[in-house]
Nanobody
Framework: QVRLVESGGGLVQAGGSLRLSCAAS????????IGWFRQAPGKEREGVSC????????YYADSVKGRFTISRDNAKNTVYLQMNNLKPEDTAVYYC?????????????????WGQGTQVTVSS
């Protein structure tokens, strides 16, 4: 059983930076792709970014391209989301999730393991 734990959220002013971490434990080798999603109050969960270990592919939502960078440290079983130039509209609970899908995907139906989420609040 794989367990995901997010950390790194917090309160930051617009223009600031945060780095989120997603630490995985358990049978991590069977889960190829890790994704970051976010959900703001009253809004649907949306895909932010993902990274695949099978082919190295990554994906970024248009809203975060050029500002967010996803990376993974396989030795630590951890995926990071570096978030720069944060905007108030980035405020949300951020979740990481794992899928056995090989390649980049942001379809939530493909993700079977989810973390508990970490709050990111960006003040204007």
């Amino acid at each position: 059983q794989v367990r995901l734990v997010e950390s790194g959220g917090g309160l930051v002013q617009a223009g600031g930076s945060l780095r989120l971490s997603c630490a995985a434990s358990g049978f991590t080798s069977v889960y190829s792709t890790i994704g970051w999603f976010r959900q703001a109050p009253g809004k649907e969960r949306e895909g932010v970014s993902c990274i695949s270990s099978s082919d190295g592919s990554t994906y970024y939502a248009d809203s975060v391209k050029g500002r967010f960078t996803i990376s993974r440290d396989n030795a630590k079983n951890t995926v990071y989301l570096q978030m720069n130039n944060l905007k108030p509209e980035d405020t949300a609970v951020y979740y990481c999730a794992a899928t056995r899908f090989r390649g980049a995907t942001m379809d939530t139906r493909n993700f079977g393991v989810w973390g508990q989420g970490t709050q990111v609040t960006v003040s204007s």
